[in-house]
């Protein structure tokens, strides 16, 4: 059908021409297949027979669905998005996205580890097998620097200088170097020393982390194993791989460092998205003074 053309039409502009993120890139295209099938479901035309009443009726759709408020922000982005570049490529003489109203989302801090917390789940991978020498290094690496899983997964081996303490990370934007501490550097070593080269399926493999197949992991798989040690350290907190940037990124603040430097190691374009980490350690100064303060 028509609609799936100018999908795939979409997906190659984003890629090519936008070059916008996977992730942006795969949230999108879930977006705009999830509105195709309502659209032919409920209108069975093309989407430049869409106005923007109907589009108000998707919104109120996801809405009753039980979706989120972001997931509904986003959702309208998408269809702007895709509208414009309609509008652009002459299908539709208007974007009837352009006034569509999103959400106000409730902005929850994001969730830390204590340090304590910390410390119990990188002693979870037993470093008697390769897995465990390579689960550590992951664990690891992902604490000592607060890259994003796609980041950690996308490493490759000449990514990392041990002899200096550093590892290069490459972003879609911006690529940015960011410091490793010294057990960081230990379970690295030892892991692509001992552990990596043995594990490959290919010797031109050039993935930092491989699965058990030899393969560059996969954000699936590495997601498992975080949640297998949450599991094994017993902590009652839901822990994500994001959830060991947000603790890195507290615990420097906590410790001392500056915003900028934060935001630097971070890769965040925006310093308004770092300081929501400020926020986080007032809170948690406001909390243990209500608690431990006698007069509170």
């Not at 809405?63 to 490529?89: E, H, M, N, P, W």
């Not at 994003?148 to 990392?160: A, H, K, P, Q």
Request: hydrophobic share 35%; net charge positive; with cysteine.
């Amino acid at each position: 059908m028509q609609n799936t053309v100018y999908i795939g039409q979409y997906e190659t502009y984003l890629q090519d021409v936008k070059q916008v993120s996977k992730n942006t890139l795969s949230s999108y295209m879930r977006d705009m297949r999830q509105f195709e099938q309502y659209w032919v479901r409920k209108a069975g035309t093309t989407f430049c027979q869409a106005a923007h009443h109907d589009l108000e009726t998707y919104i109120k759709w996801l809405r009753q669905a039980g979706k989120s408020a972001a997931t509904v922000s986003r959702c309208i982005a998408s269809l702007r998005s895709f509208y414009q570049f309609l509008v652009d490529c002459g299908k539709v003489s208007s974007n009837p996205a352009s006034n569509l109203v999103p959400d106000k989302a409730v902005k929850k801090l994001p969730q830390i580890l204590t340090s304590k917390e910390v410390e119990t789940l990188l002693d979870q991978p037993a470093t008697v097998d390769p897995k465990g020498y390579r689960d550590k290094a992951m664990l690891e690496t992902l604490y000592a620097t607060g890259i994003r899983v796609s980041e950690l997964i996308g490493l490759d081996e000449t990514d990392v200088n041990l002899s200096i303490g550093v590892l290069h990370c490459k972003n879609w934007s911006k690529d940015r170097m960011i410091p490793l501490y010294p057990a960081a550097i230990t379970a690295l070593e030892e892991y692509m020393t001992r552990v990596r080269p043995h594990m490959l399926s290919n010797r031109d493999e050039t993935a930092l982390f491989v699965n058990m197949g030899g393969e560059r992991m996969s954000r699936q798989g590495f997601w498992k194993i975080i949640k297998h040690y949450q599991e094994k350290a017993k902590i009652n907190k839901e822990i994500t791989p994001h959830t060991l940037r947000h603790s890195f990124a507290a615990h420097l603040l906590e410790n001392g460092a500056d915003l900028r430097s934060i935001q630097e190691m971070l890769g965040h374009a925006d310093i308004s998205s770092t300081q929501v980490y400020a926020q986080l350690v007032k809170k948690q100064l406001k909390d243990i003074y209500h608690k431990a303060h006698p007069r509170a």
